[in-house]
């Protein structure tokens, strides 16, 4: 039987692991090759937790071509125009075409607002924001040339509500909605559909290290998984802490798909109900 995105060539930011590389892992089971890129190095502000490497995008590479899908994986950065473009060039160039675009690539830091410096936020617009944008523009004329195709942006929760101690992160989540349905208007008759997704709590390091488990309770001296993870879970009407990254591959897997020909300029909590409470 064939995939559900049986021919198609998907573009995926932030692919080295985690979200990226889950991503990249259940549309190859349904059919579709890749063109992977990952910054793979630390980013300046982002402390809290560690950052992906080269290993870990050879393994994406690995995983996809265990499924006899191909790859073609470059290490660029998101706030690199040209990198970018070459990287999407070079893709296309190896694989023919291109169909889908995941802008996932994006970082997370927790400050309260009064403590954040001017360089922690230009960096967290320069990859969140601007870095989306960058994503959607060298891919465009990719999409264009393929008579249509469908993009979607990763957000979060803190794209929809405004989360404490997460300024920088929570305006630039905001800023892709505005990204996504400022292009869904305006490619709408090329057949291109613009869709975002809005995680809750993701099992990844992103949520799991020391600083980000006392994001709910700064004056905790000693803050824990177990802590986090119960807490966390009374904010979700459904009885979860958090999801695991193919919920999100699941959600992306179905907005790429022909299923969801008709959807466009959507946000899609994939939350718990994170955000109706
Ligand atoms: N984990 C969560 O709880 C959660 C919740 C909501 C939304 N999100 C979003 O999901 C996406 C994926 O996050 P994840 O949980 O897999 O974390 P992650 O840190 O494992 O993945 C992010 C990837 O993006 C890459 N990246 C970072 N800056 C980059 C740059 N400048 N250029 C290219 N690549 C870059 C990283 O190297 C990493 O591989 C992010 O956009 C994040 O904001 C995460």
């Not at 590389?21 to 089971?29: C, Y």
């Not at 998984?225 to 990254?245: C, G, M, N, Q, S």
């Amino acid at each position: 039987m064939a995939g559900r995105v049986e021919g198609k060539v998907a573009f995926i930011t932030g692919a080295a692991r985690n979200q990226g590389r889950s991503h990249a892992l259940r549309l190859a089971q349904e059919g579709a090759d890749v063109i992977a890129v990952d910054v793979c190095a630390p980013v300046e502000s982002i402390r809290m937790y560690p950052p992906a490497t080269e290993e870990d995008l050879a393994e994406t590479v690995r995983q996809v071509e265990a499924l006899d899908r191909r790859i073609v994986a470059t290490k660029a950065d998101v706030r690199d125009p040209a990198a970018l473009r070459a990287a999407v060039d070079d893709g296309v160039a190896q694989l023919g075409r291109l169909d889908i675009v995941l802008a996932n690539a994006g970082v997370f830091e927790i400050q309260p607002s009064l403590e954040l410096t001017d360089d922690a936020w230009q960096e967290m617009i320069d990859i969140n924001l601007t870095g989306v944008w960058n994503t959607c523009r060298v891919a465009l004329p990719h999409l264009i040339e393929s008579g249509g195709g469908s993009i979607v942006i990763t957000s979060s929760t803190a794209g929809l509500k405004g989360t404490p101690n997460t300024i920088h992160y929570t305006a630039a989540k905001h800023g892709v909605v505005g990204v996504m349905r400022t292009l869904a208007n305006e490619f709408g008759k090329q057949s291109i559909r613009v869709n975002t997704v809005h995680p809750t709590g993701v099992d990844t390091v992103m949520i799991q290290n020391e600083k980000t488990w006392g994001l709910f309770t700064p004056d905790d001296p000693n803050p824990t998984r177990e802590k986090f993870a119960e807490l966390f879970e009374t904010l979700h009407p459904l009885p979860v802490p958090y999801i695991d990254p193919v919920d999100i591959s699941n959600a992306i897997l179905f907005l790429v798909s022909d299923e969801a020909r008709y959807v466009t300029g959507v946000t899609l909590p994939v939350d718990a109900g994170y955000t109706i409470r």
